[in-house]
T-cell receptor, first 112, second 116 residues
Framework: GENVEQHPSTLSVQEGDSAVIKCTYSDSASNYFPWYKQELGKRPQLIID?????GEKKDQRIAVTLNKTAKHFSLHITETQPEDSAVYFC???????????FGTGTRLKVLA | NAGVTQTPKFRVLKTGQSMTLLCAQD?????MYWYRQDPGMGLRLIHYSVGEGTTAKGEVPDGYNVSRLKKQNFLLGLESAAPSQTSVYFC???????????????FGNGTRLTVT
């Protein structure tokens, strides 16, 4: 069945360093890929998303890259700050369906 | 706009008791979803709705029922709670597609349910 694999499950970085989280999807028909940030005890919130018609998207310190051939996409956070500490979820979705397939999450810890 | 509102925020049930979780959205969204979140397992879809009066099963529907009598509300019911249903429940909604791509999900604040 369809699935999204997310790695790593935990990631610790020093403040100011970069963090990269990778997801691989199985259904080649997927064409929309959002990333959500979930702080402890709070709701998942959309931080960035990418459509299949582009290969990269940036928003300040956050970027997402998409490789359709390899069926993987990655979240890049530069100049990490303590407030970036959270669980990050990737998801894959395809138009015309209700489905959002979520990865299992990455717990990012930014060490001051 | 309040967005997606879930009630209650916390609840403790005894095995066999029933309850209903309410999700309300004020964004006129067509799609609504119920997920459960357990440690290490991400977000698993329980039921979803593509419009008023329609519901469908997701990945883990057993033990749950839903109703969407009004477009803005999506109710999740537990008829006979079991300890395995201890979890955090999130409701989400989204609008129809935009330019041929699905739109992002908007989540509520969650309901933390404990079944003893």
């Amino acid at each position: 069945g369809e699935n999204v694999e997310q790695h790593p499950s935990t990631l610790s970085v020093q403040e100011g360093d970069s963090a990269v989280i990778k997801c691989t999807y199985s259904d080649s028909a997927s064409n929309y890929f959002p990333w959500y940030k979930q702080e402890l005890g709070k709701r998942p919130q959309l931080i960035i998303d990418i459509r299949s018609n582009v290969g990269e998207k940036k928003d300040q310190r956050i970027a997402v890259t998409l490789n359709k051939t390899a069926k993987h996409f990655s979240l890049h956070i530069t100049e990490t700050q303590p407030e970036d500490s959270a669980v990050y979820f990737c998801a894959a979705s395809m138009s015309g369906t209700y489905k959002y397939i979520f990865g299992t999450g990455t717990r990012l810890k930014v060490l001051a | 706009n309040a967005g997606v509102t879930q009630t209650p925020k916390f609840r403790v049930l005894k095995t066999g008791q029933s309850m209903t979780l309410l999700c309300a959205q004020d964004m006129n969204h067509e799609y609504m979803y119920w997920y459960r979140q357990d440690p290490g397992m991400g977000l698993r879809l329980i039921h979803y709705s593509v419009g008023e009066g329609t519901t469908a099963k997701g990945e883990v529907p057993d033990g749950y029922n839903v109703s969407r009598l009004k477009k803005q509300n999506f109710l999740l019911g537990l008829e006979s709670a079991a300890p395995s249903q201890t979890s955090v429940y999130f409701c989400a909604s989204r609008t129809l597609e935009e330019s041929g791509y699905n739109s992002p999900l908007h989540f509520g604040n969650g309901t933390r349910l404990t079944v003893t």
